[in-house]
């Protein structure tokens, strides 16, 4: 107590610690500053992504291809593993065992792939040797790359080493149904690995959709943070109104067809005409999408890869039930108007005959169309006048696409009054077809409104997509109200009572159906072929309530010369078999002569 402190001057340890420490200090303080200078810098930001480069890699990242159902969720289109096989050529150590495996494995020729590895002018850093290499051939290479590893080697001699052989796994589009439908789902054609571009049908139409959006994606060089890598949704699933039974149906019986008839082409559409939804559409010939590189073969020259919504053609007398129903809708002509038929009558300096240039004397409405007579759909048309007639066939559709969900739809312009080629005779031979070209889907779309009370429904292919795992369906569209529903039932009748009193070979037991035939001449530069046509039908039941409706068009049969003989009975075959797949009750007694014991 009482001690009194007193300061004790530092010695020189302490002093040098000190000014470590300040030094220290201020070294950091100059670090701190220069690295928040660095960042401020214009080039701060390229210096940051050079390093992250070293690090990782930006990649974009494709997602699968969405897949393509049938009606029933039956896979049209899906994707497949398959390998590209390379070389890297600067690994190769044993170029000769290189050369033997993969000309054996792949069956390619041993000098070619000698002469791919030598790479004489040096340009090849890796060469591709085949891209589509299944798991059978994948398997074969692995198993000799294990045999070559574990080896038992005599004094000597050299292990094997295939060192610079490349395997790549990737999606490759498949179909396999194979032809099945190929004409609507079009096909898949690749850029490089993992992007490409869909051709005509589904696969064009719905392409964007179907690939999904590739995003980009930082790929770490670190193995355990590239598990940890964001996982890209696959594009969307798309989901038809084909059916793959009705479908294959529809193509067995016109690929009969086409080659009991010798025809050039043939075209088959099956839909609903209550919603538009396309439950077939066969055409002939066909492509099977997974040799989609076969395209230039089968299709040459200007062969559409659809004829059904890219061909069009002079329809010959299946037109004519629009003319009927654009006279009884207009009021032009009455159900039971009654035509003389004296054979032949003249418009714009032309004269018109009948088929069989006879003359077919007192007819009702239902008779000239029971026996399909020119001379009186010209007079329907003139009791119409010009410009209704082309107003109606504008409601009916046929000046535009129809718009349905498919690549490559055409259309034929329509000569109307006004146009520079449009003659008044124009409006007579188009009275029944002839003169004026439209595509099948142009006319099945047009007519379904006679078995849909006067409503017309946008054609239709895609029944719902599916996208990250919600499905949304597509609803019906009404395009067009052409003519009352009282029209659409008297034509119904009339087509059905006509099939009937003429005992027509497209009648089935046990079912009532309404349609028409068509035999249209084949227009060239030079006139018209002669003895060639165009044949077709179309038809729908039941016809108190039609759930179907059948376009059928052979191109050029060599065999059969008329309609009524050649499509009436493929119609009748189509639907014989249709009402059983769409789980249809006969609507008609059929006759004790024809009961055959039972259903």
Request: net charge negative; proline share 6%; aromatic share 10%.
């Amino acid at each position: 107590p009482g001690q009194r402190w007193k300061a004790v001057p530092m010695n020189r340890s302490s002093n040098r610690f000190l000014l470590v420490c300040i030094a220290i200090s201020l070294l950091f303080t100059a670090i701190g500053a220069q690295m928040v200078r660095i960042q401020n810098l214009p080039g701060a930001q390229r210096i940051l992504d050079i390093a992250e480069n070293y690090m990782g890699i930006n990649q974009m990242v494709y997602p699968e291809r969405g897949m393509i159902l049938d009606a029933k969720g039956r896979l049209l289109a899906g994707n497949e593993t398959v390998y590209e096989v390379g070389l890297d050529l600067p690994s190769i150590r044993q170029a000769e065992t290189v050369a033997t495996v993969v000309s054996t494995v792949l069956g390619l020729d041993y000098n070619d792939v000698m002469k791919t590895i030598r790479n004489e002018d040096g340009k090849l850093k890796y060469a591709v040797l085949n891209n589509f290499v299944d798991k059978d051939k994948v398997a074969q290479f692995e198993a000799l790359i294990e045999e070559y590893k574990t080896r038992d080697l005599q004094d000597g001699e050299t292990r094997p080493d295939l060192t610079g052989l490349i395997i790549t796994p990737y999606n490759k589009r498949s179909y396999p149904e194979n032809a099945l439908a190929s004409n609507v789902l079009g096909f898949y054609s690749f850029k490089d690995r993992t992007n490409g571009l869909g051709y005509f049908g589904v696969e064009e139409t719905y392409n964007d959709l179907l690939a999904g959006t590739p995003k980009q994606v930082y790929m770490s060089y670190d193995p355990q943070k590239i598990q940890n890598l964001e996982e890209i949704p696959p594009g969307a699933t798309v989901v038809l109104t084909i059916d793959r039974e009705i479908q294959s149906m529809a193509e067995r019986i016109l690929d009969q067809a086409v080659e009991t008839q010798e025809a050039k082409s043939g075209t088959i559409i099956i839909s609903n005409p209550e919603d538009g939804s396309i439950m077939a559409m066969a055409t002939n010939p066909r492509l099977d999408p997974n040799q989609y590189w076969t395209y230039g073969d089968i299709f040459p020259g200007a062969t559409p890869f659809n004829r059904a919504v890219s061909q069009t053609y002079e329809t010959g007398s299946v037109f004519k039930v629009l003319t009927l129903a654009a006279a009884l809708d207009a009021g032009a002509i009455e159900y039971d108007s009654v035509f003389n038929d004296t054979g032949e009558i003249t418009v714009g300096g032309i004269t018109v005959n009948n088929w069989n240039d006879g003359a077919w004397g007192p007819q009702t409405m239902t008779g000239c169309m029971q026996h399909s007579l020119n001379v009186c759909l010209t007079w329907m048309a003139l009791q119409l006048r010009a410009d209704r007639f082309y107003d109606y066939m504008r409601a009916f559709g046929l000046d535009r696409n129809t718009g349905i969900d498919l690549g490559s739809e055409a259309h034929w312009p329509m000569k109307v009054p006004g146009s520079a080629n449009w003659t008044e005779s124009d409006l007579a031979t188009n009275s029944f077809g002839q003169g004026i070209s439209n595509t099948p889907i142009q006319m099945i779309t047009a007519i379904s409104a006679l078995a849909n009370e006067g409503k017309m429904m946008a054609p239709h292919v895609v029944k719902a997509m599916i996208i990250d795992g919600k499905q949304y369906e597509v609803n019906p569209v009404v395009i067009g109200n052409p003519i009352s529903a009282k029209t659409a039932e008297e034509v119904t009748r009339m087509l059905s009572v006509s099939l009937e009193e003429e005992s027509s070979t497209a009648l089935v037991d046990g079912y009532s159906v309404a349609g028409k035939t068509g035999t249209a001449e084949i227009p060239t530069p030079g006139g018209y072929l002669w003895g060639v046509y165009n044949l077709s039908f179309v038809g729908w039941g039941p016809v108190e309530d039609p759930k179907y409706m059948v376009y059928l068009w052979l191109e050029a049969p060599e065999i059969g010369m008329w309609a009524s003989e050649v499509m009436a009975p493929i119609f009748s075959q189509v639907v014989d078999e249709l009402v059983v797949m769409l789980n249809l009750p006969p609507d008609i007694p059929v006759r004790e002569d024809e009961w055959a014991g039972g259903w």
